[in-house]
């Protein structure tokens, strides 16, 4: 079993920046594929970033590239997504999301998941 915990959200004002991070434990980290998704009310989980077990491959909704960084640090067993640039569009509940080795955009394929930070977004 995995467990992951998220820390990091909080408000901000618009073309600010935030940092989130996912604590994992329960598994060997350099095993995982983690990924970030949110969700607002009312709506489905989207997807936002991922990144593969060894690193070497991240991916990104289109509306958060250029803006978004995903990256892991196998020495912390964390994830890490900085937010750059935020807009109000950005405002959601940020989950964290395991699987193994391989990362995904589809929410349906990570078994594993944090409880969400909230990230707030004023204009």
């Known amino acids: 079993q995995v467990q992951l915990v998220e820390s990091g959200g909080g408000l901000v004002q618009a073309g600010g920046s935030l940092r989130l991070s996912c604590a994992a434990s329960?598994?060997?980290?350099?095993?995982?594929?983690m990924g970030w998704f949110r969700q607002t009310p009312g709506k489905e989980r989207q997807f936002v970033a991922a990144i593969n077990w060894s690193g070497d491959r991240t991916y990104y909704e289109d509306s958060v590239k250029g803006r978004f960084t995903i990256s892991r640090g196998n020495a912390k067993n964390t994830v890490y997504l900085q937010m750059n640039s935020l807009k109000p569009e950005d405002a959601a509940v940020y989950y964290c999301?395991?699987?193994?080795?391989?990362?995904?955009?589809?929410?349906?394929?990570?078994?594993?998941w944090g409880q969400g930070t909230q990230v707030t977004v004023s204009s």
């Open positions: 329960g598994r060997t980290f350099s095993t995982l594929a």
């Open positions: 999301a395991a699987r193994g080795y391989i990362a995904t955009m589809s929410p349906e394929e990570y078994p594993y």
